[in-house]
């Protein structure tokens, strides 16, 4: 089994408020369905969760009163985000059953304490393929929380101990500098001794702590005889090789 995520900034439009990028989310769809391999599904909230939880500061737990119809919001939104998800999923021949974290994760401070994993396995049992996603979540220290994709690939990497955990993202994986700036070089791989002397860069209103945040759970993921990938899923094929195994391009993430 593969743990997948599919990131925000590749399957939405980060800078537009709900903006999905369609025909990005169908071919990855096809790419995952093509592959044969047996999958759970994580996707990001992208500009269906990011730009509003950001604008009424949902991470921080509850504050003030209008936050509750901003949480409400967020909650249906990224509900329509995963619902398109699993129309492609299933226009592309793949069976998704959605587990919304809003309904089966508690958090506490910020961190998932609690997941239905039994519930995980069953459906896998049955040949279906769990979607999670990030979303809004009950917080028992400060009411409610953010629980980002990242924080459940983590748990379900902890748990269900995937073959490979492949993360899909619109550049090539982790850049040197800025993407944006010229010359900007992609590292191939992350160990965790590199993290002290790597720079990071802030991209659009992300609630959810960036590149940084990412690889600190991508180390968390990796383990004996399995690899944590980072690929660009805008280009057409990497994906599909990436399930199946092969060498692409991308950084990898590796213990020293
Ligand atoms: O896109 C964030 O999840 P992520 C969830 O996986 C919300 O970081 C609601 C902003």
Redesign the pocket.
Known sequence: MILV?L??SVITDKSQYQALRQEVLVRLCEEISDSGEDVII?????SF??IM?HDHC?ADGYKYESQVNALAT?SRD?RQLNLMVLDAMLSAGISPVSLPPSACVVMHDREITEIDFDRIRSYIKLGISPVM????ALDESQGFS?????Q?MEALARELVPERVIFVSDIDGIMDRDPSEPGANLIECVKPSDMDHMKFHVRVK????GIKKKLIAMIGMVGPGRTCIIINGNVPGRLKAALRGDEVIGTKVELD
């Open positions: 995520k990131g925000g994580v996707h990001g909230a992208g969760g990011h939880a949902l967020v990224v996603f990030g979303d809004v953010i629980c980002s994709g990242d459940i992300d609630v959810t702590g």
